[in-house]
């Protein structure tokens, strides 16, 4: 497997911790990176986000390593039909690239996204609590 293989882009929800954990069973701590080229919306009525490619943008996030195998089909049937898990190329904050998987909005759901950027501190605030009460 590749160093992608094993390497998440978690931009959303999966940037927490507690939810990482909750959806792979698996405690880690994400590394601080950015992706350039491509934009986080939030979806419309909903607590989560899309992220598409959008020159110009940068996305912060973090860079989940040494994900096994056996947590990425937990991984894609949480981000559902929505989403289409594809590799690219991060910048750690030591200036580090590296390839990893995220998850991007498929084809044709542009119209679902707001205008506005999503906020993970509004999330944190607002959601988080009942999103992990729910059995995310």
């Not at 030591?94 to 993970?120: H, I, N």
């Amino acid at each position: 497997m590749s160093n992608a293989a094993h390497s998440l882009f978690a931009y959303g929800t999966l940037m927490f911790p507690a939810v990482f954990r909750a959806v792979t069973g698996l405690a880690r701590t994400g590394l601080p990176a950015m992706l350039d080229d491509y934009a986080r919306y939030a979806v419309r009525g909903q607590p989560w986000p899309a992220m598409l490619a959008e020159i110009g943008a940068r996305t912060d996030g973090l860079v989940y390593r040494d994900v096994p195998a056996a947590a990425w089909p937990r991984l894609d049937d949480f981000e559902g039909s929505f989403y289409f898990r594809t590799t690219v190329e991060v910048t750690l904050t030591d200036g580090t690239r590296r390839a990893a998987q995220t998850y991007l909005a498929r084809a044709g759901t542009r119209t679902w996204l707001s205008p506005r950027a999503w906020s993970a501190e509004e999330f944190r605030r607002r959601h988080l609590a009942q999103y992990l009460a729910r059995g995310v």
